[in-house]
């Protein structure tokens, strides 16, 4: 499994607009990745992007919620965690040329970045 399946620069953004710590997002995240598992989410998600070190899925819109609670994350952390993934997961589709397609998604679909 990848060690940083969300890039540092993402973590930077990514706590910055949920008001996390820069020192406190990547642990967060970590701990979230803990709790992942490409193949299960392969069977129950949609996996949109692959490549060497992570998997992209599009979750049910309340994931982040739902994992929030079962791991006992509050609502700001789980913001930071979630808009991690979803300012990687618009990354990836700027670096392939899917930025529309994915942006689509992201409106109604939670996005999900599984390390590998």
Request: proline share 3%; net charge negative; glycine share 6%.
């Amino acid at each position: 499994m990848s060690d940083d399946p969300i890039e540092g620069q993402i973590l930077l953004v990514a706590g910055a607009k949920a008001s996390v710590a820069a020192e406190r997002l990547p642990a967060l995240v970590e701990q979230v990745a803990a709790e992942l598992s490409v193949a299960e989410y392969r069977e129950r998600f949609e996996c949109v992007h692959e490549d060497d070190d992570r998997a992209v899925f599009l979750a049910d819109p309340d994931h982040w919620e739902r994992l929030a609670d079962d791991i006992g994350l509050v609502d700001r952390e789980r913001d930071g965690v979630r808009r991690a993934h979803e300012e990687q997961v618009q990354r990836i589709g700027r670096r392939t040329d899917r930025e529309s397609e994915f942006e689509s998604a992201l409106e109604i679909r939670d996005p999900v970045v599984v390390g590998k």
